[in-house]
């Protein structure tokens, strides 16, 4: 907890400052423990586990020039995907500078990334491919934009707060991919897993509208 200067100086007359002071170290020291008593554990299983025998020479070659072959076709992929969401980024801040509220052009996107979620859930084949690949653009507005309404209008002490749980939500797209494999193992369909995300947007969506509402 962090004090203002007028309340350290009331602890400082108190004579409770110092003890102030070893609380909060050790609230960062804790943490640190726990951290350490899991990777000794860590270490010990491992320790324990039977690791599989190694593969032939000839074995580990065909692996190896294998992967290499998967890692170079997976960047070829993956370049127009992130190509598409830097220039969606300077697309969207320019048009949020100049012709549209952040909030209503986020929601717009929202709804747009949940009709091509839709059309790849439905079409599936090339078109489907197509229209999950066009979500990079739609989606690369949304997590600073969610970043900076959520602490818009927030004291100094809340924002430090609702930043650092702002940035741990980032965990929520760890959590929602296994569940997206549970989804598609449990259904046999992968493209109906894609429903996952499609009311994630939704909810953005929602949210976007609730804060244009609250401003007009």
């Not at 409770?16 to 909060?24: A, C, F, G, N, S």
């Not at 294998?66 to 801040?93: D, G, H, M, W």
């Not at 197509?130 to 934009?145: E, R, Y």
């Amino acid at each position: 907890i962090e004090l203002n200067e007028h309340e350290i100086n009331q602890r400082k007359l108190n004579g409770t400052y110092e003890r102030y002071l070893k609380q909060e170290t050790l609230r960062v020291i804790y943490p640190y423990f726990v951290l350490s008593g899991i990777s000794l554990i860590w270490a010990i299983i491992i320790g324990f586990v039977k690791f599989p025998t190694l593969q032939t020479t000839k074995q580990a070659t065909v692996t190896t020039n294998s992967e290499e072959s998967n890692n170079t076709n997976n960047k070829k992929l993956c370049r127009p995907y992130f190509f598409l969401s830097v220039l969606a980024q300077f697309i969207s801040a320019y048009l949020m500078q100049h012709w549209i509220k952040a909030q209503l052009l986020m929601g717009i996107y929202s709804i747009i990334n949940m009709v091509l979620l839709a059309i790849a859930i439905l079409a599936r084949g090339w078109v489907g491919l197509i229209s999950l690949f066009c979500t990079s653009f739609f989606m690369s507005l949304m997590f600073p934009t969610i970043f900076a309404l959520g602490l818009k209008d927030l004291g100094e002490k809340q924002t430090k707060l609702a930043g650092s749980l702002l940035v741990m939500a980032i965990v929520g797209g760890a959590v929602l991919t296994p569940f997206m494999g549970f989804m598609s193992e449990l259904i046999k369909s992968l493209a109906v897993a894609y429903f996952v995300p499609l009311l994630a947007y939704g909810f953005v969506a929602l949210f976007s509208f609730i804060n244009l509402l609250k401003i007009n």
